[in-house]
């Protein structure tokens, strides 16, 4: 059973659009980190959600904390081709990721 | 830079052998664990160690083990190898505390032939 599930799995757009991924549990976390992992390179952290509503910026992204910190969002704004990647979830506490948001974004 | 550095980037094994997969991370990190990836799947926790000499197990540990003698080394030992043990395996380290996020290596693309 996956404690984490994020959707889409799969997301193809183009340059310039906005979009949005989720991450939902239901299962309460003390904390919520995204990741970006390029082919053939580990997952390299963007940002750690810890507050119950909490709204983090990172240039384009924004990353979003649900109230009862049971899930998150993160929301790219005129996405790039650089945004191209994997995306994972990960909860704190239980050391569980998501299945991962395969990202595309076509020039 | 900070880093975690995994011996290996491509391994091809033979069935039945033993394979050490190397850790090592120069942070001073108190935690480090092994995750396997495989697509669909996502990552999946083999084992963890919070501590030197110290390893719990994750949610699929079976036909893995781990050895921990050093702080900043966390090694990842397949007993047997077998071919559903082809897999990318990730190796992070992260400061004490829960909410400190993880930092991972480049990762080993293990395959058991």
Not at chain 2, 52 to 77: A, H, N, Q, T, W
Request: proline residues 3%; positive net charge; hydrophobic residues 30%.
């Amino acid at each position: 059973t996956q404690l984490l599930e994020q959707s889409p799995q799969f997301l193809s757009i183009q340059e310039g659009e906005n979009l949005t991924v989720y991450c939902n549990s239901s299962s309460v976390f003390s904390s919520l980190q995204w990741y970006r992992q390029e082919p053939g390179e580990g997952p390299v952290l963007l940002v750690t959600v810890v507050t119950g509503g909490e709204v983090k910026k990172l240039k384009r992204l924004t990353f979003q904390f649900g109230d009862a910190r049971k899930d998150s969002s993160l929301h790219i704004t005129a996405a790039q081709t650089g945004d191209t990647g994997l995306y994972l979830c990960a909860g704190a506490g239980r050391l569980v990721f998501g299945q991962g948001t395969r990202l595309t974004i076509n020039p | 830079d900070v880093k975690v550095t995994q011996s290996s980037r491509y391994l091809v094994k033979r069935t039945g052998e033993k394979v050490f997969l190397e850790c090592v991370q120069d942070m001073d990190h108190e935690n480090m664990f092994w995750y396997r990836q495989d697509p669909g799947l996502g990552l999946r926790l083999i084992y963890f160690s919070y501590d030197v000499k110290m390893k719990e197990k994750g949610d699929i540990p079976e036909g893995y083990s781990v050895s921990r003698e050093k702080k900043e080394r966390f090694s990842l030992i397949l007993e047997s190898a077998s071919t559903n043990q082809t897999s990318m395996y990730l190796c992070a380290s992260r400061r004490g505390g829960a909410n400190y996020g993880y930092t991972f290596g480049s990762g080993t693309r293990l395959t058991v032939v």
